[in-house]
């Protein structure tokens, strides 16, 4: 009897257990989606703000165009009054019994039979203003998608060149002019002035910003762990460097001595670093640009990389500005613009984007599911997103396949 009491009590336990992982499951399912969704709304966000942008400079130049015909009509019509005015003088004169071959000049003869004002042409100026939008969104979601693999990154100081001068946060790296006396353990950078991260990666993908902001000569990327540190070294990859280079304020290239230059104009404010480590690349972005700069492809890493940060010489102070680890934030945030005394801040362009990119902003049943209704409020990493945004325009399922085709052309993974 005491056996089967205890079994049962054995029983109820194992369900009670169950149930709080059923309920721990749901709270961790329902925490991802709320930072999907967060993110889906940064994103979207983000898209509509360029598509806005975009129609902004596509209603620009068709106004303008349409004002230069305006000022080129106008110029016509004053030079015709003008003539008017000339021929009904002469015409008075003859009428008061003067020839014409008497007067003075002769009267205006020009031929205005072949001028005439040619109304500008449209054509191609919005399938061109598509075109640059879905290039800006392909360069949006490309970005997002090595962002996704952000990593905090930290400087090592027991690497650093005895000149270099770390935050107390580890996240910044200046040169300055005096030699610290430090000790010269073999991690340490003896005769260039380099620092690596605490952080190393022998597998899968990582990324990080760096903000280069003031600089005029500076060196990032990754290297190998048995990179030589006791001497001074080209930054090859033959030499275990896989780096981006600017010298001389606008001199962007690889550490490679067949290294061709970049035009870079303006050049970057904050460079992220994606790798693929199984793939064998290391890519450099201008991430305000949402810009691939150069890719090093079909790398064959056998050990240990390391992110790679040298400010440079600081040059009498002109190369004082440090370079700084900055977190990545995976999308422009819209709801950053939007007024809280603004509740019902309509966002233009939401429809017209759906539209232009030939998609339609419902499945025709009516029954989209919108990412955007007005007031709701998501939270991703314990922040608060707001977004007032109109109701309209609901984007369903259909739509973002729609837009997951147009822009990759096939089924892919999503963002």
Known sequence: MRKREAEVQEMIQERRL???????????????????KAEGV???????????????????????????TEREAEDFIRELEQEISELKKRSSEVNFNQSFSSLGDDPPNKNWVEDRVHPPSYEGTVERAVAQLEEKMKKMLDMRRVQQFAVDVTLDPDTAHPKLILSDDRKQVKHGDDWKKLPDNPERFSKCVFVLAEQSFSSGRF?????????TEWDLGVVRESVDRKEILALST????????????????????????FDLHPGPEKVGVFVDYDQGLVSFYDVDAAALIYSFTGCCFKEKLYPFFSPYLNNGGKNSAPLIICPVSQAVQLVQKIDPKEPELVCEAERFWLEIVGLSSTDGSGSGTSLLERGQTYFHSGVAHSERLR???????PVCWGLQQRLY??????F
Not at 18 to 36: F, L
Not at 239 to 257: A, D, I, Q
């Open 391 to 397: 109701a309209g325009s609901p984007i369903s399922a």
């Open 238 to 261: 033959k030499n275990g460097f896989w780096t981006l280079v600017l010298r001389n304020e606008n001199r962007y290239s690889t550490g490679e001595k067949t290294s061709t230059l």
């Open 207 to 215: 990324y990080f910003e760096v903000q280069v902001k003031g600089k």
């Open 42 to 68: 940064q994103v979207f966000s983000a898209l509509m703000e360029s598509a806005e942008r975009g129609l902004k400079e596509l209603l620009k130049e068709i106004q303008d165009k349409q004002e230069t």
């Open 409 to 414: 052309g096939g089924g892919g993974d999503g």
């Open 18 to 36: 169950k149930i709080q992982e059923i309920r721990e499951s749901v709270k961790i399912s329902r925490d991802a989606a709320d930072r999907e």
